[in-house]
């Protein structure tokens, strides 16, 4: 059974300002709405950074009241870069910073976490999906062309696999291209027909 006929009665709230997962999770061709839910993105330090992304999501999940979309399927995302000194990278503040995480993922390999939580008739479900990126070794130049072109300042680790840089820069990576995006879509889709398809 298909997912999307299942789910063609049951309103879908995505809870993210992200184009990137829109793209993605229209892509499933499921039909949805974005509604955003404001909350402060602040994880404890007791919290692991493999579970930084996943506990941002269960937070904006819980911006949702049970009341109000009890009958929605409620679905947030949040991804986390963590480089090879288990340091999260997060969106940087300004261009300076982006320069130096760009140059701290020359030549290594990182972790990318996106957590995702869903909500529907009291029930939460969360996992979190991991994918290893490996860069080859960028120049200053190539930096600072990315960098003046395409403003990354919305995404975690300072940049986007799906754009220039990610074309020249990445050597390899180990996991589901859609999880360095933003949304995990495959393993999403599974999630989301074992909580729909009894």
Known sequence: MLLADVMQSIP???????????????????????LVREIEEVVPSHIESRDAAEYIALE??????DSEFYDH???????????????????PKDAAEAR??????????????TGVAIAYRGEVKSFTSM????????????IDYYLDKYKPYDKAGSYGIQEWIGRIGVD??????????????????SELKQMLIK
């Open 12 to 34: 879908v709230i995505l809870g993210s300002q992200s184009p990137r997962r829109r793209e993605l999770l229209a892509s499933l061709d499921l039909k949805f709405e974005v």
């Open 60 to 65: 904006k999940i819980g911006a949702f009241s």
């Open 73 to 91: 399927v409620v679905i947030t995302a949040d991804t986390v870069v963590v480089d090879n000194a288990d340091r999260v990278l997060g969106k």
């Open 172 to 189: 390899s990576i180990e996991g589901a291209f859609e999880n360095v995006v933003g949304l995990p879509t495959s393993h999403l889709y």
């Open 131 to 142: 994918t290893v990126v490996r860069f080859r070794s960028l120049e200053v130049a190539e």
């Open 100 to 113: 130096k995480v760009l140059m701290t993922l020359s030549g290594g390999s990182h972790l990318v976490y």
